[in-house]
Nanobody
Framework: QVQLVESGGGLVQAGESLRLSCAAS????????MGWYRQAPGNERELVAT???????NYADSVKGRFTISRDNAKNTVYLQMNSLKPGDTAVYYC???????????????WGQGTLVTVSS
């Protein structure tokens, strides 16, 4: 019952910045941890960053110091600020969340449709 929609992707040059947004809509009891993942052509989807409902964060080693994940619980939105972008960051970025249904007890998972980030050299 939760839909995630990513936005903010695009084409940038190396060294530039982008800010991705992921807005949740629908109904739920609680949005728990949220995260950003990415998948480049020919590669498996990999974890980029996660953030808990209380704000604790975790990052992949490849993006530490460059990317920042944050969330605005009032807006039901998670962000990924990407600075000092490198060509290796080129991928489709997906938003993910674990949540509890409005009228349910179990923990569910949902993914967004993805937004493409292309970093040229």
């Amino acid at each position: 019952q939760v839909q995630l929609v990513e936005s903010g992707g695009g084409l940038v040059q190396a060294g530039e910045s982008l800010r991705l947004s992921c807005a949740a809509s629908g109904s739920w009891s609680s949005l728990n941890a949220m995260g950003w993942y990415r998948q480049a052509p020919g590669n498996e989807r990999e974890l980029v960053a996660t953030i808990t409902s209380s704000g604790s964060t975790n990052y992949a080693d490849s993006v530490k110091g460059r990317f920042t994940i944050s969330r605005d619980n009032a807006k039901n939105t998670v962000y990924l600020q990407m600075n000092s972008l490198k060509p290796g960051d080129t991928a489709v970025y997906y938003c993910n969340t674990h949540y509890i249904r409005r009228y349910g007890l179990g923990l569910l998972e949902v993914w967004g449709q993805g937004t493409l980030v292309t970093v040229s050299s």
